[in-house]
T-cell receptor, first 115, second 113 residues
């Protein structure tokens, strides 16, 4: 099956620093990727839709200047959490579709802890 | 507004028995896809089963089947012959025309030996 790889799987950073999370589709091209955030014991909440070669589309309430998304190629999308604070600590997970009518393939997720 | 509802925060089932996890949805779209994912404690999202809105037959994948009732807007997941490894969070999700996928609140399933 299609594979989406996400890196790093976990990261601890100091408050005020920035963290970059990568999401790669390993065996297919993904013109669109999705970034989700999941707080403990909660569901996945869509943060933004990453579009190759154009600006990301952010969900209401998600700060685009804080969560920078870059989709520079058909196989790579990055999410940068800028000036991270403890309240940004969460599980971040990306997904991509191989094509219409198919399931979303998810990365392994990144557990971010801001101290 | 499009919405996915899972009303069971937690469910228990005895090993080897069947269990049904509920999911209802609300949409005005004619074309949509319904998905179930399993999330163990590791956090990975494991695809279980898919049902298209135009599919006339209920989807089945091994021990998983989807009880799709379009008029009632429900897409319940049935797990037969439960195993201890089935203990996890289960999410119902819906994919809309614009390719967004939205998730329900999830149900934590615990399989008892």
């Amino acid at each position: 099956g299609a594979v989406v790889s996400q890196h790093p799987s976990w990261v601890i950073c100091k408050s005020g620093t920035s963290v970059k999370i990568e999401c790669r589709s390993l065996d297919f091209q993904a013109t669109t990727m999705f970034w989700y955030r999941q707080f403990p014991k909660q569901s996945l909440m869509l943060m933004a839709t990453s579009n190759e070669g154009s600006k990301a589309t952010y969900e209401q309430g998600v700060e685009k200047d804080k969560f920078l998304i870059n989709h520079a190629s058909l196989t790579l999308s990055t999410l940068t959490v800028t000036s991270a604070h403890p309240e940004d600590s969460s599980f971040y997970i990306c997904s991509a579709y191989r094509g219409p009518g198919t399931e979303a393939f998810f990365g392994q997720g990144t557990r971010l802890t801001v101290v | 507004a499009q919405k996915i509802t899972q009303t069971q925060p937690g469910m228990f089932v005895q090993e080897k028995e069947a269990v049904t996890l509920d999911c209802t949805y609300d949409t005005s779209d004619q074309s949509y896809g319904l998905f179930w994912y399993k999330q163990p404690s590791s956090g990975e999202m494991i695809f279980l089963i898919y049902q298209g809105s135009y599919d006339e037959q209920n989807a089945t994948e091994g021990r998983y089947s989807l009880n799709f009732q379009k008029a009632r807007k429900s897409a319940n997941l049935v797990i037969s012959a439960s195993q201890l490894g089935d203990s996890a969070m289960y999410f119902c999700a819906m994919r809309y025309n614009n390719n967004d996928m939205r998730f329900g609140a999830g149900t934590r399933l615990t399989v008892k030996p």
